[in-house]
């Protein structure tokens, strides 16, 4: 690869996927696009992070820590998912505002 | 020829599917879609993965993203049927898009910055060497100076397996009084 690789570029993509996936999961009801909201930021930051570490290829700290988020997110995804599939059957809904059971 | 013409072109190409991908993962109405922008997304993160050197970190976005987590993704989707689809409901859209819109231009703001500052003096970046993002090298760093938090991730991943399946099980109506009072609610 060349010394002109446009790291600009990637940086930039992610802050707009960042952006991207912020908007969705504050404007966004239904709790599965919640999720995927957040399966958008966190690809944005592991692209980030990938990009940075190319400016220093004599470790891989950023390599190191995008593992790490892969792991993490899988963890995630098993629990929020489990979380979506007994909303469903104790409410009947998918919505994020109708999930009120520590309310009252 | 500049040899890194086709490689910015291929990179601008996997760049309008990202954002495109992430487009339909956030906004579209159908969650099967949203899965499958997800997938976009991932397959040209991937992509980039590779152009910067990281082609362990490209295998494991395919088998991990790609792979498992919108497979997991697609199974919910399904079990849930028609009623993945929520309505459209206007109430409190004020609200969600005065929020969205101060998050939108505040990141907006903070990328013309950025790139400002960025466009003003350009980074050299310096050559990767032959091993630079293999599987050998990453493994030697992941295994020598990350063990600790390599091993906790296992167990993470362990306790988050159990607590899915403890609560994707549910709270069964003759579990307990809490349980029936919910079972109760619901039918009235």
Redesign the interface.
Same mark, same amino acid.
């Given at each position: 690869? /060349?010394?002109?690789?446009?790291?600009?570029? $990637? *940086?930039?993509?992610s802050?707009?996927?960042?952006?991207? /996936? /912020? @908007? /969705?999961?504050?404007?966004?009801?239904?709790v599965?696009?919640s999720?995927?909201?957040i399966? @958008?930021l966190l690809?944005a930051v592991?692209?980030s992070l @990938?990009?940075f570490?190319?400016?220093?290829?004599q470790?891989?700290?950023g390599? *190191?820590l995008?593992?790490?988020v892969? !792991?993490?997110?899988? !963890?995630?995804?098993? *629990?929020g998912? !489990?979380?979506?599939?007994?909303l $469903?059957?104790?409410?009947?809904? @998918?919505?994020v505002?109708e999930a009120d059971?520590l309310r009252n | 020829m500049n040899?890194?013409i086709p490689?910015?072109i291929f990179?601008?190409v996997a760049?309008a599917f990202? +954002?495109f991908g992430?487009?339909g993962?956030?906004?579209s109405k159908n969650?099967i879609r949203?899965?499958m922008?997800?997938l976009v997304?991932?397959l040209s993160?991937a992509v980039?993965?590779l152009?910067?050197?990281?082609e362990?970190?490209a295998f494991?976005?395919l088998i +991990?993203?790609a792979g498992?987590?919108v497979v997991?993704?697609l199974f919910?989707?399904m079990?849930?049927g028609p009623?993945?689809?929520?309505p459209a409901?206007k109430r409190?859209l004020l609200v969600?898009?005065f929020?969205?819109?101060l998050?939108?231009l505040s990141? +907006?703001g903070?990328?013309y910055l950025?790139?400002n500052a960025?466009?003003k003096t350009p980074? =050299? +970046?310096?050559?990767?060497?032959e091993t %630079?993002?293999n599987v050998n090298? %990453?493994g030697e =760093?992941?295994f020598s100076?990350?063990v600790v938090?390599?091993e906790l991730?296992s167990a993470?991943?362990m306790?988050?397996?159990i607590?899915?399946?403890a609560?994707?099980r549910?709270r069964q109506p003759e579990d307990d009084a809490q349980g029936r009072a919910?079972a109760e609610s619901?039918e009235s």
């Open positions: 690869m /060349g010394t002109d690789l446009p790291l600009f570029l $990637y *940086v930039a993509l802050a707009i996927l960042f952006t991207i /996936g /912020g @908007v /969705g999961f504050m404007v966004r009801r239904n599965l696009f999720l995927l909201s399966e @958008v690809n592991n692209l @990938v990009a570490n190319r400016l220093r290829p470790n891989h700290t390599h *190191v995008t593992f790490f892969i !792991a993490a997110e899988a !963890a995630e995804v098993a *629990v998912l !489990a979380i979506v599939i007994s $469903y059957r104790l409410k009947r809904t @998918v919505r505002d059971l | 040899p890194h490689a910015q990179m601008s760049a990202a +954002v992430a487009l993962a956030a906004f969650p949203g899965a922008g997800l997304l991932i993160i980039m993965f152009s910067l050197h990281a362990f970190l494991i976005q +991990v993203y498992a987590i997991l993704f919910v989707i079990l849930l009623s993945a689809t929520s409901d409190g969600r898009a929020g969205g819109s998050f939108a990141a +907006v903070l990328i950025c790139a960025l466009w980074i =050299e +970046v310096p050559a990767a060497s %630079f993002g090298s %990453f =760093e992941l100076k990350a938090p390599f991730s993470l991943l306790v988050a397996v607590g899915a399946i609560v994707a549910g919910i619901k």
